[in-house]
């Protein structure tokens, strides 16, 4: 049974499928995940009973991982296999499908030039951040479990805090296009591509909040533990 007092990270560590219900109520448990659910809830003006009510009767997914249990090695495997891969494809191709919307719907909906513009923010961040990950902390946290290692830039948790960082950059991009697309709904004149363009983005969003969960939350907790039992 969900509890008030558990934080909105403890709530998706336990049970990965209720992330898809966060996302929709608008709770982030990536960048905010240290928040308990009963204050997300009065933030945001939610009914906090009606939000344990909808997590405690949550569907499990096909596309959700699990992923509370994985070592390091194990959760970097996963974290590039899925969420990396799936992001390098998915960037690009959102942007170019975000500029044909905008310039077919545009000037009916003045709105889709900034989320063609966020679109491009979030695939501009994205991508060198993943690639940073994916060629200096992930490498130098897998060195770390097989001993000490020496890393050039200092401590593991140097690359970590400006990793957050980003996180946190691309989680305000998320909660701009949320916001721009007044929740992601569809206009009445909407033809297939802009229907598609905001139900990838709705995909968009919640796998990278996982993604963002996963490393925030799980993997680098890991990390700074490794580095401590080596000093």
């Not at 939000?51 to 009767?57: F, I, N």
């Not at 799936?86 to 960037?91: G, Q, S, V």
Request: with cysteine.
């Amino acid at each position: 049974m969900t509890q008030p007092n558990e934080t909105l990270a403890e709530l998706v560590s336990k049970d990965a499928t209720r992330a898809r219900t966060l996302d929709r109520l608008g709770l982030d448990y990536c960048c905010a995940g240290n928040e308990r659910l009963d204050d997300a809830c009065d933030r945001a003006g939610l009914d906090v009973a009606e939000v344990l009510m909808q997590l405690d009767s949550t569907a499990i997914a096909d596309d959700d991982h699990d992923c509370a249990q994985m070592r390091p090695a194990e959760l970097i495997g996963h974290l590039v296999g899925t969420h990396h891969t799936y992001l390098h494809a998915e960037l690009l191709d959102l942007d170019l499908l975000a500029h044909k919307v905008l310039r077919v719907h545009g000037e009916r909906h003045p709105e889709l030039h900034e989320l063609y513009a966020l679109v491009s923010a979030l695939r501009d961040d994205l991508t060198p951040h993943m690639l940073k990950e994916e060629r200096v902390l992930f490498p130098s946290i897998l060195e770390l479990i097989n001993g000490p290692a020496r890393l050039p830039f200092g401590p593991i948790t140097n690359p970590i805090k400006m990793m957050s960082i980003e996180h946190e950059r691309a989680g305000g991009i998320l909660t701009q296009l949320r916001t721009t697309s007044n929740g992601y709904t569809v206009p009445d004149d909407a033809c297939a591509s802009y229907r598609s363009l905001y139900q990838r983005l709705i995909e968009l969003e919640h796998d990278t909040h996982l993604h963002i969960f996963e490393e925030n939350h799980l993997l680098f907790p890991q990390a700074v533990a490794l580095a401590a039992e080596w000093a």
